[in-house]
Every structure is written in structure tokens, then in C-alpha cells.
């Protein structure tokens, strides 16, 4: 009995084959994914993937060596809770801007979605880069994609064993130095080069290099395109921002059908005659594909839009003589309709871009604006929980404070504490704070209010307002963004 149900063929990943069943021998359900060979290619695409490559590697490698001010620029103390990058310094109340960074990093990938399908998964994804970045290695040790399937189906010799260990001890390499990289993000870098020397990280510090760089070696050496297959989400709801006027990679089926192999002396006129479209067959698109798909199948979810095919086609089209573009970014609509490249891209202002565009660049401007105006410093004002209210010399009523007053700037700044609100309120305290730059530092502070104030609102809880200005010699009258109000209470006994 033949089953209806089809696998992938294990000698061309794209292709399928019936599972055959029989009384005597049922059918497996499972199937262990054959290995991908993918081949190397040159072209336009991908010169891109490496230019973008350079750039991301170039930045996450880079950065945590920067330095600004005389501290690393880009670093994200969690011990001693302050975040910079480069002028900025944040606090975990400031954790909002987190949350709009990574609205605007969604709103972003919405929006080149429907503009170009998976252009970040096939260019700029972690997943990706690191991918391309171990499958140089592999080249590099064990050749093509002909001569690394010869050396897996060979038997073991020393100059595999040879090729295989340089490539693994490769790999581990970029690993390691990925995970320290990351690391390197959270403890100043400079510090931890100089514990590498006496391999004296701390635990956390070793669990996280480890982590990380098994996760990269693992990820991208092994899994590769599982990950982008079965465990990344963004395949599974890609589907939801497509439309039919979205750029992706196709197959011209009106061009390339019926596919043949043929001569490359018959010209690109006679292709009529023979019945033939301009598809030779020579599955290279296949080949060079990181995730095995045949794109000739029509779009897949498993493709992740690098382009590799587009580049592999485009040089048979040209040792063909046929034109370019049997495979290249087009719409559906504009296959359907045959629309040349300037009417499929006058459809990409359509309403669902104009308003992933529209939400996209509000954000940026909110999120823009917030920064530029953001004040220096932040306080945050706690009532004293063991002394709620007490009566003091003349019979003043006095409430204690405390003041969590964070300077956001890197140079020491003073700050004076002044209350509002409530008729004769007074700070009894020491009302100026000298604050380093970068640091926190609390500041315990009394307000009285006369006997009679307080006969007068009688007892309970009141408004209470604490104005906290910093104060500057080369700019005695205070800006907006030196003055800061925080609301509290006073209270009154009963």
C-alpha cells in the first residue's frame, strides 16, 4: 500500500519523495532531518549579506571597547544599577525607554515585513549572520559544498579528523570570544581582559561566557537552519503582515515553466520551439539555499529571504544568455498582472504601510522628544515609617523624610529641597545635597509647619510638595530642566 503522505528527498533537499508503506513494515512518522549542504555563491545579494555582516559583527564586537568620558560608553552596571550609553545615563526608572526602544524595534519589523517580507531575517538576524560566519569556517576547512558531502560520506582518516578538529576548535573560538563580547556589555571589558590573563571571572561571569558562547556554537555550527524553521516564531506569523503586494523572493513560473535541461547554444528565441521555458533545472537555487527549500515551489515559510537564489540564478541566466529575473524580489500581484519593477514598487505606499509608517515614526518622535527633554537628575521622596508625625520645640509639628536624590549627569552637581503646599511649611533640615556625578546618594530631610497651621487644616494627611532645584554657578536662575517637583504628604496627629 502507498501512502499518500510525502517526506523531502535525503539527495535533494526540496524535493519529495511518497512514504512507502507496507502490511509487513508500517510507515514511519518520523523522518531525521538530512544534513544541508549549502553551496557557496557570488553575486550583488550576496555582497550585501557580507556588508552587513561586517556592520553588526563590527558593532557588537566593537562598542564595549569604546570609551566615553573615560568609562566604557556603552555599559549596563546591574550591580551598582546605572546604565550608559555614551552620554546618557539611565536608572531603572527609566525603564520606559526600554520598553519604547523595543516598541519601535517591533513596529520596525512590522513594517519591513510588509514592505519586503524576511529582509531581516535573511541579513541582518543574529541567527543568520552567525550562520554565514561558521559556514566561511567550514569552507575554509572543508571546501564546497561537493567536497564537504565527500569528506561526511568518507570514511575517518588524519586529514579528516584534521579538518574537522581546525573547524570545531574554530567555532569554539568565535564562541568563546561571543560570550566574553556579551559579557563585556555588563562588566566593564577592560577589567575583564584583564582577568582573562588569570582566568579569575567571577561565577556569574563564567556561566555567562560559557552560556552564550555554547549558545552561538550550538545555534549556528549545528542547528542553523532549525532554529529558523522550527524555533523561531517570526516564521510561523510572518503570514499575518505578508499581503500580495509584499516584495519576496519568487519563481517567475510564466518564464521559467516548463524547466529543462538543454544546450547552451540553443538560444533564448528557440525556447518556443522546443517548448521550453527559461528554468534549465540545474537546481543551483536549491543548492545554495541555507534552509533547503526549492523556491520553484512558490513561497515557504522556512524561507528566510537572503536571496542566495536570486544570485545563483542570475549567474546561470547569464552563462544562458537569457535576461536576469527568473528568480528575484517581486509581488504576487505583480506576477500575476506581469508589472514591471517600477509599478510593483509604486504599490508599496499602500494603507498598511502608511500606517505602520505613521505609528513608527509617532513613537520615534515621542520616544526622541522624552530623551531631549529629559531632566538630569530624578528623586524619589519615602516618608520615614518610623516617626509618621511628632511635635517638636514651639509646638511644630514635624514629618521626616527620606530623599533618593540620582544624579544623571558625570559631574557633581548641588541641589537645594524646598516644600510647597501647605501654609508655613518649612524645610528644618539642611536643604542643599552635594550629589556626584553618576551617583545616588539619600538625603534625610525634616519639614515643620507651625502649631497653629496645624489647628488650622486640623488632622490627617496633606498635600505636600518637594521642589528640588539644582543649583549652578554659571547659571544661578534654574531652567525647566533643573527643577523637579514629587508629590507626598504631610501629616497632622489627630
Known sequence: MTSDRHVPDAALPGRVVPIVASPDKPASMYRAE??????????????WRWIFVA?????????????????????FDLLARRFYIFKLVLYPQDFIYLAGL???????????????????????????????????????????????????????TAAKLLRKAGKQVTWIAIGLWTGFTFVGYFTPIHLLALETGTLSFGSWEWFWIFFYGFATYGNAGFMREQVCKYMCPYARFQSAMFDRDTMIVSYDTVRGEPRGSRPRALGHAALAQKNLGECVDCTLCVQVCPTGIDIRRGLQYECIGCAACIDACDGVMDKMDYPRGLIRFATENGLDKRWDRAAMIRRVLRPRVLIYGAVLLAIVGALATSL?????????????RGALARQVEDGRIENVYRLQVMNASEST??????????????????????????????????????????????????????????????????????????????????
Not at 538530512?34 to 555582497?47: C, E, M, P, Q, Y
Not at 556626584?436 to 494627611?461: K, N
Open 34 to 47: 538530512a544534513k544541508i549542504h549549502a553551496r557557496s555563491v557570488k553575486g550583488w545579494w550576496n555582497n
Open 55 to 75: 556592520l553588526t559583527m563590527g558593532l557588537f564586537y566593537g562598542l564595549p571597547w569604546l570609551s566615553w568620558n573615560g568609562r566604557q560608553a556603552v555599559l
Open 102 to 156: 523595543l516598541i519601535v524595534s517591533a513596529y520596525a519589523l512590522f513594517l519591513f515585513t510588509a514592505v519586503a517580507g524576511r529582509l531581516w531575517c535573511g541579513f541582518a538576524c543574529p541567527q543568520t549572520v552567525y550562520t554565514e560566519i561558521f559556514l566561511w569556517v567550514e569552507r575554509r576547512f572543508e571546501g564546497d559544498r561537493v567536497a564537504r558531502m565527500k569528506l561526511d560520506a568518507g570514511p575517518w
Open 372 to 384: 531631549a527633554l529629559r531632566r538630569p537628575f530624578r528623586v524619589d521622596v519615602i516618608r520615614d
Open 413 to 494: 552637581q548641588r541641589f537645594h529641597v524646598a516644600v510647597d503646599g501647605l501654609a508655613g511649611a518649612v524645610v528644618a533640615s539642611d536643604p542643599d545635597v552635594d550629589v556626584q556625578g553618576t551617583d545616588a546618594r539619600w538625603l534625610a530631610v525634616r519639614v515643620q509647619i507651625p502649631f497653629a497651621t496645624a489647628q488650622t487644616v486640623g488632622g490627617g494627611a496633606h498635600p505636600l510638595r518637594f521642589e528640588i532645584t539644582r543649583r549652578s554657578d554659571s547659571t544661578p536662575t534654574a531652567t525647566p530642566a533643573d527643577a523637579l517637583t514629587e508629590k507626598s504628604t504631610f501629616i497632622v496627629p489627630r
